[in-house]
């Protein structure tokens, strides 16, 4: 079974940023994709940036500029640099792996992590 586990959540004032990083742990498994979604409380889920293993990135309209992902295939860890937060970016931050390349379809994705909570505060 593979695991992901999300870190570097937490409070940030409007312009500042966040570093999130993203484990996977298990068996051993081909993580073709990596990828970054988002839920705010009362929303669906949203797509936000992911990396194919050959480090082919796509990103969100809503945070390309501003977001940069990232991935260390050696060490399976994916990363989120976000910069220039604003209250918007406010959600849950939920790490996802796919065994094959894939796009932006929640569905898609064969693992999630727990989440971890990003506020930006105004």
């Known amino acids: 079974q593979v695991q992901l586990v999300e870190s570097g959540g937490g409070l940030v004032q409007a312009g500042g940023s966040l570093r999130l990083s993203c484990t996977a742990s298990g068996r051993t498994f081909s993580s073709a994709t990596m990828a970054w979604f988002r839920q705010a409380p009362g929303t669906e889920r949203e797509f936000l940036a992911r990396?194919?293993?050959?480090?082919?990135?796509y990103y969100a309209d809503s945070v390309k500029g501003r977001f940069t992902i990232s991935r260390d295939g050696a060490k399976n860890t994916a990363t989120l640099q976000m910069n220039n937060l604003t209250p918007e970016d406010t959600a849950i931050y939920y790490c996802?792996?796919?065994?094959?390349?894939?796009?932006?379809?929640?569905?898609?994705?064969?693992?999630w992590g727990q989440g971890t909570q990003v506020t930006v505060s105004s």
């Open positions: 990396i194919w293993s050959g480090g082919h990135t």
């Open positions: 996802a792996a796919s065994s094959r390349l894939t796009g932006t379809s929640i569905g898609a994705y064969n693992y």
